[in-house]
T-cell receptor, first 116, second 113 residues
Framework: DAGVIQSPRHEVTEMGQEVTLRCKPI?????LFWYRQTMMRGLELLIY????????DSGMPEDRFSAKMPNASFSTLKIQPSEPRDSAVYFC??????????????FGPGTRLTVL | GENVEQHPSTLSVQEGDSAVIKCTYS??????FPWYKQELGKRPQLIID?????GEKKDQRIAVTLNKTAKHFSLHITETQPEDSAVYFC????????????FGRGTQLTVWP
């Protein structure tokens, strides 16, 4: 398996533009997580899904952020409109069924977003 | 939610010395205790984990110890090497929220040659 795949790897956009980040989890994993990492706030959980259903979106900063998981192999995180304070590295991670023999969260390479 | 604290936030050691990072958590029902390592510019990766029915686990130069009564667990790295320089995160899991990990703020470890 290629691991968790994220695209794009880098995104530079101007304030007010829409940004869409994409993630393909590891096949067979039940959970998908979106994190944001900054120096100031560390690694923050934005939202996570179990079997394509959002379980907890309390970490989503505001209505400008939305996430979807239309099927087991694809998820998007959208920011509309983007602001300079959204600049960060966004990680997607996936993990197998909790309570099973493997509990590890596997992270993708991240998307470095810069909003000018 | 789970309150997770790591200490220290930064740690500098000489190559060959040992390093210890402590993580405290608030939920007594937490049942899974991993440590992740993130090298500069890379993604976090699991390096060792322990379940609540075990007190200690070792893997070569790294070990994790768990004290459930006191609600803390620690990462121990012996014979440190420059390639151990990274940010280390603890990420306990609460029993009531299967799947989700609660990441600490991280500890920047620097190993000087």
């Amino acid at each position: 398996d290629a691991g968790v795949i994220q695209s794009p790897r880098h995104e530079v956009t101007e304030m007010g533009q829409e940004v869409t980040l994409r993630c393909k989890p590891i096949s067979g994993h039940d959970y998908l997580f979106w994190y944001r990492q900054t120096m100031m706030r560390g690694l923050e959980l934005l939202i996570y899904f179990n079997n394509n259903v959002p379980i907890d979106d309390s970490g989503m900063p505001e209505d400008r952020f939305s996430a979807k998981m239309p099927n087991a192999s694809f998820s998007t995180l959208k920011i509309q409109p983007s602001e300079p304070r959204d600049s960060a590295v966004y990680f997607c991670a996936s993990s197998p069924l909790a309570g099973g023999p493997i509990n590890e969260q596997f992270f993708g390479p991240g998307t470095r977003l810069t909003v000018l | 939610g789970e309150n997770v604290e790591q200490h220290p936030s930064t740690l500098s050691v000489q190559e060959g010395d040992s390093a210890v990072i402590k993580c405290t958590y608030s939920d007594s029902a937490s049942n899974y205790f991993p440590w992740y390592k993130q090298e500069l510019g890379k993604r976090p990766q699991l390096i060792i984990d322990i379940r609540s029915n075990v007190g200690e686990k070792k893997d070569q130069r790294i070990a994790v110890t768990l004290n459930k009564t006191a609600k803390h667990f620690s990462l121990h790295i012996t014979e440190t090497q420059p390639e151990d320089s990274a940010v280390y995160f603890c990420a306990p899991r609460r029993g009531s929220t299967l799947g989700r990990l609660y990441f600490g703020r991280g500890t920047q470890l620097t190993v000087w040659p």
